[in-house]
């Protein structure tokens, strides 16, 4: 019996892949560091974002205010801010 609790699921499995095609691409998890900098761009039109201050960032969600369109929120893209690596 397999681990699934079913009979011969291995071998239905196997012969439902095909074994002459290459198999996809498994995703991968990027994980940044939360020390790491990183750019808040607004989800309108990718501008810098700048925090609107207050009690925001730790048990309510910080709020961001876009200057250039106006958008004011919580949600927000993130460009990771690579270290160059011929410096140092």
């Not at 969600?61 to 004011?72: A, E, F, R």
């Amino acid at each position: 019996m397999s681990s699934n609790g079913f009979k011969g699921a291995a071998r239905v499995a196997a012969s439902v892949q095909p074994q002459d095609e290459p198999k996809e691409r498994e995703p991968t998890i990027a994980r940044r560091s939360p020390f790491a900098p990183a750019t808040k761009l607004c989800p309108k039109c990718l501008a810098p974002l700048k925090g609107t201050g207050g009690i925001g960032g730790w048990l309510v969600p910080m709020n961001y205010h876009c200057p250039k369109c106006g958008y004011t929120g919580t949600v927000y893209f993130e460009k990771e801010n690579q270290p160059d690596e011929r410096k140092g």
